[in-house]
């Protein structure tokens, strides 16, 4: 199930490339002023690169929510998605196979955008780098889940597609993802806390700029991890509910 959805996306790489791209083109020109807000912050080694590379990255990483969302209607225009149910694959394997291929694009989307702002930004972690590694890959598992938790809950694709970028983008600029939440209002700096993003921009930071290691990093990566978890509840619940569902029908 992973491979022919792997498969799939590999047809039309379009737009996950795009999604890839065009964060590498604008955090040149986010790097000043997050530099001047850095310097303000204490950090007079600072580039501006080491907000901007990773704050792109996350909202991009938010966006992408969207590809995963047309991974799972993509069946139901296609015709088979009921085909794919009374098949031999299980509802676990379907869900496993297309949030499986979703995390590994996350993962490859945001590798890439940190690697090129390494080599084009001057993006230098004064960090661990198997932190920053386990940061991403804890966010973007989180993010999985997240968009095959609304895939699974949202009855048409517009009222999925809807809340994956709305959601998306309070997360990602509320959590801090363009500029610190040091320059927010105080009020908005509480409400910042509910995002996932907050954390792991506040991981990255203080990889980036504070020689934090995996330990340094644990209490936002599971906050993190918290937010993956509650996806995967509701996702089990769903599952659930449409198991019953269906033997409910096959039963009449």
Known sequence: MARLNL???AK???VPVLMTIIPI??????IPGNRNTLLAEGYAHATGAEQA?????????????QLIVQMFFNEHRWGTWNRLRISSA???????????????????????VLAAGSMICGYHPNGSLPALIVVAITFSASLAL???????????EHTALSIAMLSGILMACIGGSLTSVDTF?????????????????????????DHGDVRDVLPDVMIVCGFGVLCLLLIVLRAL????????????
């Open 25 to 30: 083109v604008l955090t040149p020109f986010m």
């Open 90 to 112: 299980t509802i676990v394997d379907i869900i496993l196979g297309k949030a499986g291929v979703a995390f590994l694009m996350q993962l490859a989307q945001m590798a890439v």
């Open 185 to 209: 209002p105080y009020w908005a700096r509480g409400l910042a806390r509910i995002s996932p993003a907050y954390w792991v921009v506040n991981a990255i930071k203080t990889i980036g700029l």
């Open 12 to 14: 039309e790489p379009s």
């Open 7 to 9: 498969l799939l996306q």
């Open 241 to 252: 509910l449409s198991r019953h569902e269906s033997t409910g029908v096959s039963q009449d």
């Open 53 to 65: 590379v990773p704050g792109f990255a996350i909202l991009f990483s938010f966006f992408s929510v």
């Open 146 to 156: 997240f968009g095959t938790c609304i895939s699974l809950w949202c009855r048409s």
